[in-house]
Structure formats: structure tokens, C-alpha cells
């Protein structure tokens, strides 16, 4: 059995329009700039930093995959590299919705994420040793992300 516990809620704030490279041998590739954000959780709190980014590719079956790259800045001053990849999907009429930034019931598609943290911070340290999972919905400012520390 697996067991979580809460590590943070984090909505993202994105750049539009983004960046379409178009379609490659891969899938249509678009990337989004992250411009912004917070997160906020029982062990840790702060801002997500402008510069980071998404390198999204819709793939041949309908599978956005998601490979995103940012920097935390907790409330205290220390910096998390955050990584994550993720799949989002779901029936095109749903799909559809969330594009055009509506706001769509979570439970209607698909959206998950495995992050990985990494931090010079004595504090935070035991972020470089934790497995997380998460969720996520996409508003038409950018995603939220309710993440789970693995236990």
C-alpha cells in the first residue's frame, strides 16, 4: 500500500501566448514560460519564480506530456529546484474546454504529475530524499497542483 501526506498546493501562472514550435517528429511541441506563482503547505511556503518554463508535447494520441522546470523561493529565503513531468488528458470534448481556459471539474480528465526537488537548503534537505505524486487542473491563468509527499 502507499501512503501520502499533503506537501503543497501550487497554482502556476504561464505567459501567453505561448511559444508553438510546431509539429515535429515527436508530436506538436509548444513551450509555456513560467512568469510566476505561489505554493503553500504544512512544512513549506513561498513563491514560484519567474523564468522557468514548460516544454509541453501533445502527442499523436491525444496525451499532452508535460516537462516543467522552475525555482521555488520559500518564505525564508531558500531556493528549490523543482522538476516535474506530467500527462494530461481526457475525452476531446473535455479537452476541449480546458484549452480555451474554461473552468472544468478535475474529475473530468486526467492530469498528474511525479515532481523532484533539489536544494542546497540545510532546512530542506530532506526534500533532495522525497518521492512526490500529484494532481492537477488547468484554469486559464495556468495550472494548480495539489502534490503529495510519499511516505
Do not use: C
Amino acid at each position: 500500500m502507499i501512503r501520502t501526506k499533503p506537501l503543497l498546493t501550487m497554482p502556476i501562472e504561464v505567459e501567453t501566448p505561448l511559444q508553438m514550435v510546431g509539429k515535429t517528429p515527436f508530436g506538436d511541441r509548444r513551450i509555456a514560460k513560467v512568469t510566476g506563482g505561489s505554493f503553500s503547505g504544512p512544512e513549506l511556503n513561498g513563491t514560484v519564480l519567474p523564468g522557468g518554463g514548460d516544454w509541453l508535447l501533445m502527442r499523436a494520441d491525444g496525451v499532452l506530456q508535460l516537462d516543467v522546470r522552475i525555482t521555488l523561493e520559500t518564505d525564508d529565503g531558500a531556493l528549490i529546484y523543482m522538476t516535474y513531468r506530467g500527462l494530461r488528458h481526457g475525452p476531446e470534448a473535455v479537452m476541449e474546454r480546458v484549452n480555451k481556459g474554461e473552468d472544468v471539474d478535475p474529475s473530468e480528465y486526467y492530469f498528474r504529475i511525479a515532481p523532484f526537488f533539489e536544494t542546497g537548503a540545510a532546512k530542506y534537505d530532506w526534500l533532495n530524499r522525497t518521492l512526490a505524486i500529484g494532481t492537477g487542473h488547468r484554469l486559464a491563468a495556468g495550472p494548480v497542483y495539489e502534490i503529495y509527499q510519499v511516505l
